[in-house]
C-alpha cells in the first residue's frame, strides 16, 4: 500500500462545507469534563447536607439531653469535611486544563484521581460514624438517645448479647455504608477512571 | 466579544482539521457532531492559554486529539452489537483498487478500527507531519512515534486485506 498516494487523496479531498457550531456554551462530555461535573455536583450536595445538618443543629440541636455530644460530634464532622473538600477543590481547579501534552496531563490526573478516589474513600469511612452520631445526638429517640445516655451515665447493661447486639449492628452499617460508597464511586468515578487508565495504558505501551 | 470572534475566525480558517478528526473518531453523524461541538467548546476554555508562540494550527491539533481521545461516545441501547473482534477472517479474494476516492473510502472503513491513539498517529502523518510534530502533539517520544507508526501502517495493511481489497 503506498501511503503517499493516499496523503495526496487525503490532501485533496473537499472542505467540508458545513458551518461549525456557533454556541461557545453548552455541557461537554469527555471523560474528564464528566468527571469535573460530577465532582461539582458532588460538593453542592455536600454543601447542602451540611448546610442542613448546621440549621438542624441551631433549630432543635440545644433542647435535648445530648445537646454537647452533638454540637462535639459536629464541629469534627464540620473540620474534616472543610479539611476533605477544600483538598477536592484544589484538585477540581488542576484538572481544567485540556492544552497539556496529553500522556504527562493524562498520567498525572489518573494518578491524583485514584488518590483522590482512595482519599473519598477514607474520609467517608471517618464521617460515617460521626455523622450517625450528630443525627442519632440531634434526633434524640427514645432507642438510640436513651441508650447513649445511659451509657454516659454508665448505667450500660454488660450483657453479652447486648455487646454482640452493638457490633452487629455497627458492621452492618459499616458494610452497608462501604456497599453504597462502592455503588457510588463506581457509577461516578471508577468507570471514567477505567476509561482514562485505558487511554493512558495505549499510550505508555 | 471581540475575542470570541477572533476565535471563531480561527477556527473556522482550520475548520478543516476539526471535522476530518470527527469523521475519523466517530461512526455515526450524529456522534460526529457532539464530537465537533465538544472540541469547540474545549478549544474555547481553553483559548487563554494559546500565547501564540506557537501557530494556532498546532496548539488546535492538540487540543482537538485530547479532547477526541478522552471523549466518550454516549451509550446506546444497540451498541451491544459492536463487534469486538477487529479482524474477521482473510478475504477470499482480494480485489485490486486502482480509484484514488475509493481507495479514501477503504481507508476509512480500515481506521474505524484502529485504537484511539492509534488514529491520532496516522490522522497527523496523514496532515503531513514530521514525527517531531507528531511526538510533540501526543507528547510522546520520536523514536516510540516511528515505531508505534510503523506498526499501524502495517496494522492498516493488514485489515485492508482482510476487508477484500489491495492498493
Redesign the interface.
Known sequence: MNFDDLKDAWAKEPVDERVLPARLTGKTTGAIARLRRNMRNEFIWTILGLGATLVVLIVHGGHHRLTILAYCAAAFLFVQAGYYFFRFFLFYRRTQRYDLGLRKSLRRFVSELELNIEVYRTYSFCITPLACLVWIAIVDTDVTGGFIVRYLSGEMPTSPWTIIWIILTLLCTQFLGAFFLHLHLETQYTRYLKELRRILDDLED | MEK?AV??QQ??AH??I???ICRLYQDREEDR??L???I???L???YD??RGDSQFSS?MY??A???A????R?QRHHDNFVVTAPYPDLADDVRPVRD??Q??AI?HQAVAQL???EKALIFL????HSGKDMA?I???SPGNVRVRLNRV?DK??TI?KTLGY??
Open positions: 470570541e476565535f471563531l477556527v473556522n475548520k478543516g476539526l471535522f476530518k457532531q457532539d465537533l461541538q465538544e469547540v467548546l474545549q474555547w476554555s481553553s492559554s494559546f496548539w492538540r487540543v486529539l485530547n479532547t481521545i478522552v471523549y466518550l454516549k484514488e476516492q481507495k479514501l481507508f485504537g484511539k491513539v502523518y496523514m496532515e503531513g510533540a501526543l507528547d510522546l501502517k492498516l495493511q485492508i489491495e492498493f
